[in-house]
């Protein structure tokens, strides 16, 4: 049973995007087409090349902004309203998953590598706004992006975190490694088992494995 691995946490970090809801929601996808059509308007680009852009740098960099940044001098405020001005409806309240958050010891904190006013919105529609003492997003990290140290370091220093007192929960395998290099007890959240030596934990479902915690 996992619940003995985590008697140390005091702070629970959560990834916001396929992480606090279900890739199933396919919220991102609206983030991707918009990103993919401000690709084109700026860099006029066809369709399929700045989709491939897109994705490129994503891989590449651990966001498509931090690649545009590098590359193209893409001022990061303006596009980070632009591509999260989407429609929350896919999103649905997950009151189990309220509950099994609320009850874990000490302190809940969401790092994402989108922008903290958009995680906000996120967090209301699924109704776990208000459990949260901290939204950390990309700007927190002067707009450097996870997987990099350096956008950890940023992010918790600011939080006044103790890694070996803390559990990172990301369903992007790579955002894992810098966590459990650091002493963070790591849980990858995803559809697919990703076999690693820096997760020491998997869950398809997280509200069912928080609520077997405590």
């Known amino acids: ?14 990834d916001l995007d396929n992480t ?23 860099l006029n680009l066809p369709k399929s090349e700045a989709n491939h852009l897109r994705q490129e740098y994503w891989a590449k960099y651990g966001t498509t902004l931090a690649g545009l ?3 193209h001098a893409i001022d990061p405020e303006p596009y980070l309203v632009e591509v999260h001005d989407i429609s929350f409806h896919p999103l649905e309240v997950d009151l189990s998953l309220r509950a099994h958050i609320d009850q874990l010891p000490g ?14 919105r996120v967090l209301k529609a699924r109704g776990l706004d208000g459990l949260f003492s901290d939204i ?11 997987p990099r140290k350096t956008a950890f370091e940023q992010v918790f ?13 990301e369903d992007d395998a790579r955002n894992l490694v810098v966590p459990h290099a650091l002493g963070m007890r790591t849980v990858h959240v995803a559809p697919e088992h990703h076999h690693a ?18």
């Open 1 to 14: 049973m996992a619940r003995q691995f985590f008697t140390h946490v005091e702070t629970w970090v959560f």
């Open 136 to 146: 950390f997003g990309v700007e927190h990290a002067n707009y450097e992006p996870k």
């Open 197 to 214: 030596n820096h997760i020491h934990h998997h869950t398809d479902e997280l509200s069912t494995f928080l609520g077997k915690l405590f």
């Open 69 to 71: 940044m590098k590359h």
């Open 107 to 120: 302190r809940k904190i969401v790092y994402t590598n989108g922008s903290s006013p958009y995680a906000e």
């Open 157 to 169: 220093t600011k939080a006044k975190l103790d890694p070996t007192r803390a559990a990172m929960f």
């Open 20 to 42: 606090l809801y279900p890739p199933s929601m396919a919220l991102f996808d609206q983030i991707e087409e918009k990103m993919t059509a401000l690709v084109m308007r700026e």
